[in-house]
């Protein structure tokens, strides 16, 4: 942090009021690690967002708590700590180069898939004892090893059980949160939160209280497809530098 330029602190600001925007919006989400390893280290961005996400899943459970359904988090939860584990053991054995291309590898197939799934919708027939491990093992790992990008295996998951959007989001937001304490509770067990890591921390927490207000305000009025379709772009365009990097 301290070493960013002026144009590079904007650009910080930017990133994660929008971030959090999305993620207040839809209740999981948002293209915080892949825009900001731009300019600053994996390592630190993914404590960061680690920290930062369990403070907004409680923000938006401030009110929506009783929505949430609880017989399908505890589900998928025991899976989410053993895909935490893995995570923790490949972000200490790779390199921040190594894992900046490898997210934007993941980010490029993601986003790409989401944008085709705007364009040609398909009613996904997947079964649920499957996907609840998949979707928890997964999503823990690629939450703790790129530190975002997890609420995309838990929304998956739960659109398989066609919740209401107010349980939906609830519902996810609360995953996000017992998926943020496992992942918080595990890098400062390997001594993540560095002082690099606090700075960002302590500056990213009043911009993401601003992105979560705003999402929070426009929760209701999403056009969702073009949403969709936005954050789908995003996400691509921001894993083409990653992976050439």
């Known amino acids: 942090m301290e070493a960013l330029s002026l144009p590079e602190l904007a650009f910080f600001a930017v990133v994660v009021i929008l971030s959090y925007a999305i993620r207040g919006g839809a209740g999981f989400g948002g293209v915080t690690?892949?825009?900001?390893?731009?300019?600053?280290?994996?390592?630190?961005?993914?404590?960061?967002v680690a920290f930062l996400g369990l403070i907004s899943s409680l923000a938006?459970?401030?009110?929506?708590?009783?929505?949430?359904?609880?017989?399908?988090?505890?589900?998928?939860?025991?899976?989410?700590?053993?895909?935490?584990?893995?995570?923790?053991?490949?972000f200490e054995t790779l390199d921040a180069r190594a894992l900046a291309q490898a997210l934007g590898v993941f980010v490029l197939a993601y986003g790409t898939w989401a944008l085709l799934a705007t364009l040609r919708p398909w009613e996904m027939r997947l079964p649920l004892r499957a996907v609840t491990p998949v979707a928890g093992v997964v999503g823990g790992f690629v939450g703790t090893i790129f530190g975002s990008n997890a609420g995309t295996f838990f929304a998956i998951y739960l659109d398989l059980l066609k919740h209401a959007k107010t349980q939906f989001r609830a519902t996810v937001a609360a995953i996000l949160l017992g998926l943020g304490i496992l992942r918080v509770s595990g890098y400062i067990a390997v001594g993540a939160f560095d002082r690099e890591a606090l700075i960002a921390c302590a500056a990213a927490l009043p911009l993401m209280a601003i992105g979560v207000v705003l999402g929070n305000r426009i929760h209701a009025d999403l056009d969702q497809l073009m949403f969709q379709r936005f954050v789908a772009l995003v996400v691509i365009a921001s894993g083409v530098p990653l992976v050439l990097r």
């Not at 690690?33 to 960061?48: D, E, F, G, Q, R």
């Open 33 to 48: 690690v892949p825009l900001l390893a731009w300019i600053m280290s994996l390592k630190t961005v993914a404590p960061m």
């Open 60 to 90: 938006i459970l401030r009110h929506d708590v009783r929505h949430v359904v609880w017989r399908d988090l505890w589900r998928v939860m025991p899976w989410c700590a053993a895909g935490v584990l893995g995570g923790l053991y490949f």
